[in-house]
């Protein structure tokens, strides 16, 4: 996500980047170099044309022009590079300043100003050309005919004129009005009065001429073209450096930006290079890691395309056939592998149905029976993206072991359930020739039908009686246990003085316990109610409870029977004893069949071991619990606890 | 940046050396060059427009209605006919080498052939039209609209008008003058009396102010420099006040262009007013009032002769 985000910024930098060197670049372009350049050009060239048509213009006045085709020609010159630069398309009008504007209009004024006078002057020159060429071939003319007097005023006005036109002077301007008032003043008649009027007609043209030429000239020359076009050209040339330097300050800005984009450009290439080798990279890891698993494993892309599968998956799926390639949607391939009998039996567990579609399975476990015996546990679990992940492992050997243990535990279970059943059928065959041994030995011990003569005899037949007697106990216990264990045993639920009854048992074991020299002892609460339960099984329990202590307590010991309604309303029954006490380790073991704690005392105790299991599996029936408390050599504490619900209530 | 300008310094000061190639600079006449750089389709297009009565109100007069391309480029009478038949206040001039005229008009009044062709089309004495009207008229006729879209990128318009008109006119030069030919270095183009004509044109002065490529139409002058032209001839029109109507300045009145003399054989009556009749007329009055003198008949009569050898041959502009 992040990542992402920043490679997003980072594209955005580019565009940024790529975007200012673009705007910089344009404004690089700001100058126009080439139009300055063209623009530079016509101004110099403009300022020729003035200095050449100033130049025409004193080259007409000394009368040097031939004619004026060079004058016209830089005239329309000026005129159209005038219009051209006062025009805002093409020219530098409305683009400098508003101060360079006004000059432009001040030039171009000026030039038409200028060319006004040209014009004039021009006109004012043609005439005196014709008066200077005229007078001295028609002074000459007259002189060759007319008298000497009149000859010398000519000749004077002549002189005068010509060096008032090759060089004009206020002097040569006095002598030339002189020479103009003397020769009006003469009387002349006929024909000299007509050569007069016309000596002096061309002689007041020139002198007026000369007169407005000179003026025209003055004026012409004073129009400050020149001031102007500097002020213009200035104006210009510096508009242009300031642009230039403008142009150059974004150039520079434009270097940096255009680095920073290739390095941009650069580095994120790099970075595309590097992401791209670790995605290989990555991608490449995975591979070796999915097929190096033991599991089958194969990859639908996020349009549900087979993309990829590692070695076990394919030897799994081997018998799909062409399903298994790149490209095969999943819905084709869980079809392919039901119709190939790949998956011959599915188990989705819970959602366990006849026909399973494909994509049921999504996201759940499911057991996958195949035609060959093959067995999978499966799961396809929906990914991130949108593709799925599909796990295949092979439990064929599992579910083999587990069917051979269950078939173990059922022969086992049927075995000891044959032992139980030739127990009790052993019980019965043993208890009938034992009542026989009993009933006889009783009757000979008690010499019912005579002395049986040595008393050895009546030794022998009280040691027959007890041992029949013994082994009735036992045979009794055995017969019990095998009900126990084919759950045949059944308790006969009635209200059972138990007071009464722990006495009785007291009574029972009292002879045995004086033999042991073993003290007795009771302790039975004064509230003791009687109690919901099998007599017979209740007193078994004290008994062999009372008998076990006893049994396990060395002489000058003592036995405790305890009986009480605990707090919680249970009948609770204790059998305390200061024997040899039992290991923690053993507690469990001494509640099972045919146990008796070992080491210790070794078998030296008389005993078949049933006692306690019988006396947990009684208490078991009444819904009860069996506790044991002990401490090696100081004496245990075995507690039955009846539910509360066997209490009876009086 | 100072590179830059020196450089452009260069390239000015090469101009005047160009000028100095030319071979006839210092001579006071020069012989008509050669037509360059000119676009044949404008050419073909201004040829058809000169032709055209429909630039006048009425579609009965076109440019060569007066300047009639068969008759010296004029039309021949002192004062030109109009629309509605009115009379117009002053002699048409030739058409012909008109582009080697510094400005157009007796008075000046265009600057150029294309400002020159706007003004009778709107003259109420001449075409009386507009270019609304014109452009209109035009535009009804496919085959010119066709014919402005290839040179025009805009078609039919007042501008375009006169532009093709002006282009065609630039191709209205008289090459080939017996004057210009004997300029050129054939000396037998001329006969000896042109020849004492033409020394005499120089040394009475006309040179002056007929000078150059077309002998003339390149500055302006005082009609009556040396003589009171309107006195003599007896009351003033408001086409005698010549430039003064343009500029308004005192100095400009009764200022004139000074023609071209490069048709003068063939485009009489002479003068802005029309009042000379034949040529031998015009250098008589010319010498009179412009240069004040009186020039002898058989002077007159060389000068006629010369002025003869100034006109050249038309020939239609064919690349």
Same mark, same amino acid.
């Given at each position: ?7 997003? !910024? ?280 999915? +097929?190096?698993?033991? +599991? ?267 009986? !009480? ?65 002990? +401490? ?19 | ?319």
């Amino acid at each position: 996500m992040n990542i992402h985000l920043f490679r997003s !910024f980072q594209f955005l930098l580019l565009a940024a980047t790529a975007t200012l060197v673009l705007v910089f670049y344009v404004q690089t372009r700001l100058m126009d170099l080439d139009r300055h350049t063209a623009e530079s050009q016509d101004l110099q060239h403009l300022k020729q044309l003035d200095t050449l048509l100033e130049e025409n213009a004193l080259k007409g006045v000394s009368l040097q022009l031939s004619h004026y085709d060079g004058m016209v020609e830089v005239v329309g010159k000026i005129k159209s590079l005038t219009q051209k630069l006062h025009d805002p398309g093409v020219g530098i009008y409305g683009v400098i300043n508003a101060d360079v504007d006004r000059d432009l209009d001040a030039y171009v004024s000026a030039m038409d100003n200028k060319i006004d006078l040209i014009e004039t002057i021009k006109s004012r020159i043609a005439i005196i050309r014709n008066t200077v060429s005229f007078l001295p071939t028609e002074v000459t003319r007259i002189t060759q005919r007319s008298d000497f007097s009149l000859n010398m005023e000519f000749n004077h006005l002549l002189a005068a004129l010509l060096a008032q036109n090759i060089t004009p002077s206020s002097l040569n301007l006095k002598i030339l009005n002189q020479s103009v008032i003397q020769l009006e003043s003469l009387k002349a008649e006929g024909e000299d009065k007509k050569n007069v009027e016309r000596i002096l007609l061309h002689a007041k043209a020139n002198m007026k001429a000369s007169a407005d030429t000179s003026q025209l000239m003055t004026e012409f020359l004073d129009i400050p073209t020149g001031v102007i076009f500097e002020r213009i050209y200035t104006a210009h040339t510096d508009y242009a450096l300031k642009r230039i330097k403008t142009a150059n300050k974004f150039r520079i800005v434009l270097l940096v930006l255009s680095m920073a984009l290739i390095i941009g450009l650069g580095v994120t290439l790099y970075r595309l290079r590097v992401a791209r080798d670790m995605a290989q990279r990555t991608s490449r890891q995975f591979r070796d890691a999915a +097929e190096s698993i033991n +599991e089958g494993f194969a990859f639908f892309d996020n349009e549900g395309r087979l993309q990829f599968w590692n070695k076990t998956f394919e030897q799994l799926h081997i018998d799909c056939g062409s399903a298994l390639q790149v490209g095969t949607s999943f819905n084709d391939f869980f079809d392919a592998c039901v119709t190939s009998g790949v998956y011959r039996d599915i188990d989705i567990g819970n959602i366990s149905e006849s026909t399973t579609m494909p994509g049921e399975t999504l996201g759940h476990p499911y057991t996958v029976h195949g035609h060959d015996g093959t067995w999978m546990l499966a799961s396809d679990s929906p990914m991130d993206d949108g593709g799925t992940a599909s796990v295949r492992v092979d439990i064929t050997a599992t579910k083999r072991n587990m069917a051979e243990l269950v078939v173990a535990k059922e022969t086992a279970e049927l075995a000891n359930h044959a032992k139980t059943q030739f127990l009790a059928n052993m019980s019965h065959e043993l208890r009938t020739p034992l009542n026989a041994i009993i009933g006889f030995s009783e009757i000979l011990k008690g010499q019912m039908f005579g002395p049986l003569g040595s008393e050895q005899y009546l030794d022998y037949t009280v040691g027959i009686f007890d041992s029949g007697k013994h082994l009735l106990d036992v045979i009794n216990d055995i017969l019990d246990i095998s009900r126990i264990e084919t759950g045949t045993m059944e308790i006969r639920e009635a209200d059972v003085d138990l007071r009464a009854l722990c006495l009785a048992c007291l009574e029972m074991v009292k002879e045995q316990a004086e033999h042991g020299k073993v003290s007795l002892r009771q302790s039975l609460a004064v509230d003791l109610t009687p109690v919901n339960c099998d007599e017979i099984r209740l007193r078994q329990i004290i008994l062999n409870l009372l008998v076990n202590a006893v049994k396990f307590t060395p002489e000058g010991g003592e036995v405790e029977l305890k009986a !009480f309604v605990n707090a919680a309303g249970q009948v609770t029954l204790q059998v305390r004893d200061t024997g040899c006490g039992i290991p923690k380790d053993q507690h469990q073991k001494i509640l099972e069949p045919f146990e008796q704690i070992g080491d210790i005392y070794n078998r030296g105790h008389e005993g078949s071991g049933l006692g306690l299991f019988l006396v947990k599996s009684f208490v078991d029936l009444h819904g009860g619990a069996v506790s044991i408390e002990s +401490e090696i050599d100081k004496g245990s504490t075995l507690t039955v606890t009846l539910p509360a619900n066997r209490t009876i209530s009086v | 940046m100072a590179c830059l300008v020196s450089v452009i310094g260069v390239a000015c000061l090469s101009h005047p050396a160009r000028a100095a190639s030319d071979p006839w600079r210092g001579k006071p006449l020069v012989p008509l060059p050669e037509i360059t750089n000119i676009d044949p389709d404008k050419v073909r297009l201004g040829e058809q427009l000169f032709h055209d009565a429909r630039l006048s109100a009425d579609d009965t007069i076109s440019c060569a209605t007066c300047h009639d391309l068969n008759n010296g480029g004029a039309d021949g009478r002192n004062m030109p006919i109009g629309i509605d038949g009115t009379e117009g206040t002053i002699n048409t001039p030739t058409v012909f080498n008109s582009a080697y005229n510094f400005s157009q008009f007796w008075d000046g009044r265009a600057e150029n052939l294309e400002e020159q062709a706007a003004g009778p089309v709107h003259n109420p004495a001449e075409m009386g039209s507009n270019w609304p009207d014109v452009v209109a008229k035009l535009s009804r006729d496919a085959a010119l609209k066709s014919a402005f879209k290839k040179s025009y990128r805009d078609g039919i318009t007042g501008d375009n008008i006169v532009d093709a008109i002006a282009t065609f006119e630039r191709t209205l030069i008289t090459f080939n003058a017996p004057f210009d030919r004997f300029l050129k270095g054939d000396t037998g183009a001329i006969s000896a009396a042109a020849k004492s004509g033409y020394d005499l044109f120089q040394t009475y002065g006309c040179i002056s102010c007929h000078q150059g490529v077309n002998v003339g139409g390149n500055m302006y002058q005082t009609m009556g420099a040396m003589g009171d032209y309107f006195g003599d001839r007896g009351g003033e029109t408001s086409s005698d006040l010549g430039r003064f109507k343009v500029t308004g300045r005192e100095r400009d009145r009764h200022v004139f262009k000074v023609p071209s003399l490069r048709m003068v054989s063939l485009t009489a009556p002479y003068f802005h007013d029309g009042s000379a009749e034949t040529l031998e007329d015009a250098v008589r009055d010319m010498a009179k009032y412009q240069l004040g003198r009186d020039i002898p008949e058989k002077d007159v009569k060389l000068i006629v002769e010369f002025l003869h050898t100034l006109a050249g041959e038309y020939r239609r502009f064919d690349p």
